[in-house]
Each structure stands twice: as structure tokens, then as C-alpha cells.
């Protein structure tokens, strides 16, 4: 299985300060179709996970323009230009390139 | 607006078996992809498996720790997505999540639904 490693697990962030997570998969995750499934996810508390990002770099309807996503090959982001309160929670990527899927372990973002 | 509810969570004993179902609205669903998706209590997110839309021939495929034990199913003229679980172990105690899939991943999520197994 692509095993998807996230740093750092923990992000306490100032409001108003950038963000970034950043995720590295054990393979390449270019389909054979030239796609990039690599996605990722918010979880608030309480809350289920809602996509935020999709093939890399393209943002779900409705996500703020302070998210974006980049990387390719094994490596990939995400950063938050200005963080928001209504930013805490848990931020997963995904890969959806190789079958099994597979999840990152998550990076909590908590304010400072 | 995408609407997908699952139901049929509960508690049952190791061994044992339980259906959840997820009703889906909101969008054509015979012509989706679905996906269950689980996270164990203070845990992060787990795939279960996936099934395709029947005219891209409806297959299905399952994480290997599930694979044998859990069947997914759908019933395009219901509008409900199917997971069949059974040899149930406490490692399955999760919250289940239904999810549609386009782009390589989950885009709509329900609100989950509770699964214990514990004697």
C-alpha cells in the first residue's frame, strides 16, 4: 500500500500567520490516465471531513482562496495564506492514484 | 444539495454482523462512484472500499482488512449505498462514513454512523 506521511502531526499557528502541511507519499501518485489524485481534507471538531482540494491543486466550491495546494510526484502541500479561527481542526491528504486509497495520519492545527 | 444520511449503526458482539445503509440524495446516484470511509474513535480516517456506477460495470474493492468480511452494495433504483459487515472485531468499532467519489477522492460526506463491537 502507498503509505502517505504528513508533517508536522501538530501546527499551533498564530492567527493571521501562514500555514503549511506538508504530505509525502511512499510512490508516485501520477494515475496512468496523467492525473494526480492527491486530495485534501478538513475535519473540524466535532464535524465530518470535508474536501478542500482536489488533484493537487484545485479547490472545492465554497473553500476559501486562502487554501491552496501544490507538489508533485511524492511531494505535496498545503498552506493557509492567513489562518482563521474557523481553521482549527484536522487536515488529512489522500492519495487516490493506487488501490488501496490511502490516508495521511492527519496534521492537527490548533491556534496558539 | 448533496444529502447522504447513513443508518443501521450498533452495538453488536465480536463475530457478529450488521448492515449500514446510506440513503443519497441530491445528485444522480446511479451514476456515482461511493466509497465508505471509517474512523476509529480519536483516530484518523481509514478507507473501507469503493464501488463504481453500474455502467462503469458496478465493481467493487475493499481495504485489505476488511476484504472477505465486508461486501458493498448499492440499489440505484432506492438511491441507497449498502455495507454488509460481518466477522465482526472490535478493531471494526468506528464511526462509518458514506461518500460519494469524483477526482480521485471523496467529495460529499455524511454525518457517520457509530459502530461498537464489543462482548
Known amino acids: 500500500d502507498v503509505v502517505m506521511t504528513q508533517s508536522p502531526l501538530s501546527l499551533p499557528v498564530t492567527l493571521g500567520q501562514p500555514a503549511s502541511i506538508s504530505c509525502r507519499s511512499s510512490?508516485?501518485?501520477?494515475?496512468?490516465?496523467?492525473?494526480?489524485?492527491l486530495t485534501w481534507l478538513q475535519q473540524r471538531p466535532g464535524q465530518s471531513p470535508r474536501r478542500l482540494i482536489y488533484?493537487?491543486?484545485n479547490c472545492d466550491s465554497g473553500v476559501p482562496d486562502r487554501f491552496s495546494g501544490s507538489g508533485s510526484g511524492t511531494d505535496f502541500t498545503l498552506k493557509i495564506s492567513r489562518v482563521e479561527a474557523e481553521d482549527v481542526g484536522v487536515y488529512y491528504c489522500?492519495?487516490?492514484?493506487?488501490?488501496?486509497?490511502?490516508f495521511g495520519q492527519g496534521t492537527k492545527l490548533e491556534i496558539k | 444539495e448533496v444529502q447522504l444520511v447513513e443508518s443501521g449503526g450498533a452495538l453488536v458482539k465480536p463475530g457478529g454482523s450488521l448492515r449500514l445503509s446510506c440513503a443519497a440524495s441530491g445528485f444522480t446516484f446511479s451514476n456515482a462512484w461511493m466509497s465508505w470511509v471509517r474512523q476509529a474513535p480519536g483516530k484518523g480516517l481509514e478507507w473501507v472500499g469503493l464501488?463504481?456506477?453500474?455502467?462503469?460495470?458496478?465493481?467493487?474493492g475493499y481495504a485489505a482488512l476488511v476484504r472477505g468480511r465486508f461486501t458493498i452494495s448499492r440499489d440505484d433504483s432506492k438511491n441507497t449505498l449498502y455495507l454488509e459487515m460481518s466477522s465482526l472485531r472490535t478493531e471494526d468499532t468506528a464511526v462509518y462514513f458514506c461518500?460519494?467519489?469524483?477526482?480521485?477522492?471523496?467529495?460529499?460526506w455524511g454525518q457517520g454512523t457509530l459502530v461498537t463491537v464489543s462482548s
Open positions: 510512490q508516485g501518485l501520477v494515475n496512468n490516465d496523467g492525473n494526480t489524485y
Open positions: 489522500m492519495q487516490g492514484t493506487h488501490w488501496p486509497y490511502t
Open positions: 461518500t460519494t467519489l469524483s477526482y480521485g477522492g471523496p467529495d460529499s
Open positions: 464501488i463504481k456506477s453500474k455502467t462503469e460495470g458496478g465493481t467493487t
Open positions: 488533484k493537487v491543486s
